[in-house]
Nanobody, 126 residues
């Protein structure tokens, strides 16, 4: 089992910045990749960014490329992945979820992720 806990959401004005954190614990050695997804009311869950845990390769959704940055930090028993969000827009408003994938697979598909955090709300005001 892998446990994921997100933090860092909140209210920010358009053009501002916010950093989300996701702390992963448990069987972290089984993690192939960690990703961020978001879901706005009435919309499907959308891929935001992901990082391959073994080689550090990063991937971004088209709507956030150039504005968001995913990074990681390893500790002895936990790992943390960050999502630095800059130049935020009202359309970035959503619940943001951290997810862990234990399969060697493409990291853009939410169906391939095994564990999910509880989500954190990000609201961008215009």
């Amino acid at each position: 089992q892998v446990q994921l806990v997100e933090s860092g959401g909140g209210l920010v004005q358009a053009g501002g910045s916010l950093t989300l954190s996701c702390a992963a614990s448990g069987r972290i050695s089984s993690i192939y990749g960690l990703g961020w997804f978001r879901q706005a009311p009435g919309k499907e869950r959308e891929f935001v960014a992901a990082i391959n845990w073994s080689n550090g390769s990063t991937y971004y959704g088209d709507s956030v490329k150039g504005r968001f940055t995913i990074s990681r930090d390893n500790a002895q028993n936990t790992v943390t992945v960050y999502l630095q969000m800059n130049s935020l827009k009202p359309e970035d408003t959503a619940v943001y979820y951290c997810a862990a994938c234990t399969k060697v697979a493409g990291l853009r598909d939410p169906l391939l992720y095994d564990y999910w955090g509880q989500g954190t709300q990000v609201t961008v005001s215009s």
